[in-house]
């Protein structure tokens, strides 16, 4: 019987973040139980950075991941991603350039996005596919920060869930709408990479 190919989509939040490392080391720590193949990291830097960054989020969780004992070969790098559902739709793109078509995608990020990346995948991956939302262990000292990132996750994850209706699979169509309607985009970002 032929194993299905199983990969941990490790989603970064900025480059040299704790919230980043956090979400690089469960990715390492999926692969060492024996529950992915490969791990695969995303991400440029966030649609709200302005300045041109000397690193990306998926340079600095590849360095975390090797550094924890994952095998270069089962490393997979996408670094043009800056926002959630590029994070998916560039990170296809790499899995389809090497032929992996996985049957489990575990996509592993801080507690708060969860729900939102998932959302995002099922509208991109091919229908029958396993995704499966898995959080690191990330999380903000301050209730305050907590409580004010929680809040502009459930704005986004509504914002997101509401613009995606109607566009199931369609993906020069879903980046048009997040783009047109995601506020980065629209204020004038250096540099925003052309999605399609």
Known sequence: MRKLLRIA???????????????AHKAAALYHAGDV????????????EVRQLDTTEAADM?????????????????????????????????LDSRGLHPAV??????????WRAVLCARRVWPRGQCII????????PNPGARIKLIAQEMLLLTFTWLSLLGVQGDIAAIQRRLQYWHPGYRSGVANPIKLL
């Open 62 to 94: 590849y360095a975390c991941v090797l550094k924890a004992g994952v095998p270069p070969e089962r490393i997979l790098l996408e670094d043009q991603a800056r926002d959630t559902m590029s994070n998916i739709t560039e990170s296809q793109k790499v």
């Open 133 to 140: 939302g898995i959080t690191s262990d990330y999380a903000l």
């Open 105 to 114: 995608l575990l996509i592993v990020t801080i507690p708060y996005a969860q």
């Open 9 to 23: 989509l490790a989603l970064g939040r900025a480059p040299g973040s704790k919230a980043s490392r956090s979400t």
């Open 37 to 48: 193949d490969y791990v695969l990291v995303s991400g440029r830097w966030s649609v709200r």
